[in-house]
């Protein structure tokens, strides 16, 4: 049975929630997430939490709880703090800079590779560090995860693009002969 989803949702102070027929809907100033539940968990709103319930007794139903429970709390976190992740580039001439709507990175291939900065998220680039933040996790995550795709780092000396907090482990080198 899920203990995620046992637990109501504390909803921040200057966050509005209201439910849409299956829908549920938080704003903040002008910004507005919607998580469509098609129905696959109950939710009710009281005195500044929101409670999400079981519609049925099998394990799918038990799995919807938990995972819509979930989701609905990252939107309240990402509407009251937001999310971030942080990227560092190690190696000889690796650059990184924000040109407008786009992330242009020179990671040692033959050409500069041009990163489109996804909607509703910044992003800032200071000396070897890329900080990507925003309201919605998923988009984030992806974001950084994406980043990071264009030269992971690699065992020998550490060179590429890494989370802040990753911990490479290193390789030994060739041994001399014998």
């Known amino acids: 049975m899920s203990r995620v989803g046992k637990q109501p949702v504390a909803i921040a102070k200057g966050i509005d929630v209201s439910v849409d027929g299956t829908a ?3 704003k903040k100033d002008k ?3 919607r998580l469509e539940t098609h129905g696959r968990v109950g939710i009710e709103v009281k005195d500044n939490e929101v409670i999400f319930t079981k ?3 099998d394990k799918e139903s ?3 709880w938990g995972t819509y429970r979930s ?3 990252n939107i309240i976190i990402g509407l009251d703090k937001g999310f971030s992740k942080s990227l560092e580039i190690n190696g000889v001439g690796y650059r990184a800079a924000v040109q407008g709507k786009v992330l242009n990175l020179q990671l ?3 050409h500069d590779i041009n990163f489109n900065i996804p909607e509703g998220l910044d992003v800032k680039v200071e000396k070897n560090i890329i900080t990507i933040s925003g309201t919605d996790k998923q988009v984030v995550g992806q974001a ?3 980043i990071r795709e264009f030269r992971p780092p690699e065992p020998y000396k550490g060179k590429g693009v890494k ?3 990753e911990v490479i482990i290193r390789k030994a080198g060739k041994a001399a002969g014998k």
Do not use: C, Q, R
């Open 31 to 33: 910004l507005e997430k």
């Open 62 to 64: 038990a799995a919807f």
């Open 24 to 26: 549920i809907v938080a």
């Open 163 to 165: 989370y802040t907090d």
């Open 55 to 57: 519609v049925g007794d």
């Open 108 to 110: 040692g291939h033959s």
């Open 71 to 73: 989701l609905f709390n």
């Open 144 to 146: 950084a995860a994406e």
